[in-house]
């Protein structure tokens, strides 16, 4: 097995490890929550990236790699630590309003101030940039496509159901918000 897929699964593991740390330390609390929708996505969100991720390694190729595939799978790399700075700066950044489902509570205050100046969703831009890596990182275009399509899916849903519920709970505030920033890719989209 490639050296590079091993740091792949450690980045995985890791992930796992910081994904499940938020899950017990970030839950929204329904008694504090003045407005809770989460509407399936975290279930869809993380049925994605453990199928994807079981998959693309069962897929990956671990013989005959030439150093092209070294390449390819050191810029994967470089993607993965990339996304976890961005997605655990933005979750600092939102302090007690971040939670893993999607709520709101009655202090919750619209962040636009940090990486939420330059786009609307930087955990998710965080998340998607480690499930990239980690796609690439197993060198195979398989690998690639069922980690990164499902993934990304989840995410695009995801947010759509976290823009609802922040446009109902924030209104206008909201609107112009969305008029000044980008929603997952700086200065794109």
Same mark, same amino acid.
């Given at each position: 097995?490639?050296f590079?897929?091993?740091i792949?699964? +450690? +980045?995985?593991?890791?992930? @796992?490890?910081s994904?499940i740390?938020?899950?017990? =330390?970030?839950?929204?609390?329904?008694?504090?929550?003045?407005?809770? !929708?989460?509407?399936g996505?975290?279930?869809?969100m $993380?049925t994605?990236?453990?199928? *994807?991720?079981? #998959? *693309?390694?069962?897929?990956?190729?671990?013989?005959? $790699?030439?150093?092209?595939?070294? #390449?390819?799978?050191?810029?994967? &790399?470089i @993607?993965?630590?990339? /996304?976890? %700075?961005?997605r $655990?700066?933005?979750?600092?950044?939102l302090?007690?309003?971040? =939670?893993v489902?999607?709520? &709101?509570?009655?202090?919750?205050? @619209?962040?636009?101030? /940090?990486?939420?100046?330059?786009i609307?969703?930087?955990?998710?831009?965080?998340? @998607?940039?480690?499930? =990239? /890596?980690? %796609?690439?990182?197993?060198?195979?275009?398989?690998? +690639?496509?069922v980690?990164?399509?499902?993934?990304?899916?989840?995410?695009?849903?995801?947010i759509?159901?976290e823009?609802?519920?922040?446009?109902?709970? +924030?209104?206008?505030?909201? *609107?112009?918000?969305?008029?000044? =920033? !980008?929603?997952?890719?700086? #200065?794109?989209?």
């Open positions: 097995m490639p590079m897929i091993k792949s699964i +450690f +980045f995985s593991l890791l992930f @796992l490890i994904e740390v938020l899950m017990l =330390t970030k839950h929204s609390e329904r008694k504090s929550a003045a407005r809770q !929708k989460d509407r996505s975290l279930i869809f $993380w994605a990236i453990c199928a *994807g991720l079981t #998959f *693309g390694f069962s897929n990956a190729r671990y013989t005959s $790699w030439n150093i092209a595939d070294y #390449f390819v799978a050191s810029a994967g &790399i @993607l993965i630590i990339a /996304g976890f %700075a961005i $655990w700066t933005a979750i600092i950044q302090k007690k309003a971040f =939670t489902d999607v709520a &709101i509570n009655s202090a919750h205050k @619209l962040k636009t101030n /940090g990486l939420y100046k330059i609307r969703h930087p955990s998710y831009l965080g998340l @998607l940039l480690i499930m =990239t /890596g980690e %796609a690439i990182s197993m060198a195979s275009l398989i690998s +690639f496509a980690v990164f399509l499902p993934v990304c899916i989840a995410v695009i849903y995801r759509h159901v823009e609802q519920l922040l446009a109902e709970a +924030f209104g206008e505030m909201y *609107g112009i918000y969305k008029l000044n =920033t !980008k929603m997952i890719i700086p #200065f794109i989209y």
